[in-house]
């Protein structure tokens, strides 16, 4: 009988460790594009994850990053390299254009007139959603020190972190699904 | 004795919840692309993981979707919106090109006479040989809603379903391997 | 008693077949990019992840593969449309140049020297740190066929295996994260 008992609490030893190892009921998305097209589709996933009872994190690195800029938001002081890089990369996700058929933007208005008559929400309003909804945001520092970006420029958003590779894989590592963008 | 029982009940229990959340052997691949290059390794991945007894979901979205339209099927009455997209996608599998050195078209010639000369498929032979695997195949309706582009346009299929991003998250959540192509 | 060590046993087996079908504390990533940026997330996730006592594999694909030829060995008897392509490609990673903002080499050179300034390794350097925490490496046999490289000119590294998308499957699928970059 004691023997058992004994195999039986191992037994649920073994349960607790698999369930700890177990993937949640989570999405982990790597924003790395900044076009226009492929954030769409990120938000598409995050928001309807949301919709399905799943949590989802969204990682913005690299061409990702800028599309967190506020356009109202000034900052000074910045060096002549974060300037240029500044004045390159889009400010924020209205100015974001389309991976392919941009054909000097006509092909990225072509695709937003489109998205309101078909009433599909713009990055912007996506971007307001998910927010709603809760997603959490991780900006990444490296990407943001490389560009020159500061957090003063950056859009508020309620479950915003800053943060490294580390914390990503950690959130990855838990999740049922993990896109890279 | 009934104690033990009553352990043994939420033992098996607790295993079965555990099996449930167990992520299949299933495959589900995101097809946002429509390079050639890109949906070829797209194409790779889904007839390899089927040969080696796993089953493919193939989600096909924006750039990706054009892909699966049939050369020979005509379509009337769309809009002048849907006319230019319409003209300006790739018209199925066969008009696909190379995301880099396309080079006007001479360098996706140089690759496909050069599989050609290697045996290895077509994209068009790819899309054959899933269709007698049994790989399924997702359309993502906004897209095609976007694009202006209609059912009766696209090519024959087996295992085909129109949906959206719900149908997509079901299957990835229960499968091992999710990739954005 | 005999029926409940019966059962036990039963609990056992199954908590073993699910031992064996869980994920491994591994990460994949399939490199199928051979741009600057995206190599470079690709290794900052790979190393990141070692520090995090993760197993890494990382699958070199397409584009990704002349990342890793090595600058200094010289093949001979290479037919004309594998020199054209040798010519075209980067002969490794010091050649790549960023997907976005290249700008002739200036946009590429910019963010080097941007690395360079704020301590980020550079991606020849990113690969030697792979070697170091022993990070392995695929290259695909299909992709160095069709683009005529051949095994002589790539990188020395370790951990470096040749093979084809069955060897990724069987990696991707006891992963606990996949990545396609």
Redesign the interface.
């Known amino acids: 009988m004691e023997e ?2 004994k ?2 609490e191992s ?2 030893a ?2 607790d460790a ?2 700890n ?3 949640d ?1 989570k ?1 982990s998305l ?1 924003v ?1 594009s ?1 076009d226009l ?2 954030a769409l ?1 990120a938000f ?2 995050a928001t ?2 949301v ?2 009872g ?1 949590e989802v994190v969204m990682f913005f ?3 990702g990053t800028p599309l967190l800029r506020d356009k109202k938001k000034k900052v000074s002081g910045k060096d002549t ?1 974060s300037k ?2 500044g004045a ?2 889009p400010t924020g996700a209205k100015e974001a254009k389309l ?3 941009n054909m000097g933007g006509m092909g990225t208005m ?2 937003k007139s ?2 309101e008559k ?1 009433n ?1 929400s713009s990055l912007e309003g996506f971007i307001e959603l998910a927010e709603e909804l809760g997603v959490r945001i991780f900006i990444c520092e ?1 990407s943001m ?2 560009m020159g970006f500061k957090r003063e420029e950056m859009i508020d958003y309620e479950h915003k972190t800053y943060g ?3 914390g ?3 959130e ?2 838990n999740s ?6």
Chains 1, 2, 3 share one sequence.
Not at 176 to 181: A, V
Request: glycine letters at 6%; zero cysteines.
């Open positions: 058992l008992e195999q039986m037994l649920k073994q349960i698999t369930g190892r177990m993937p009921n999405v790597i790395f900044g097209d492929k589709a598409v996933i309807g994850a919709a399905m799943m690195t690299f061409w390299m240029m890089f390159m990369l991976s392919k058929m072509m695709m489109l998205m078909k599909v490296m020190d490389l490294g590779v580390a990503f894989l950690e990855a590592a049922k699904i993990q896109l890279f963008i």
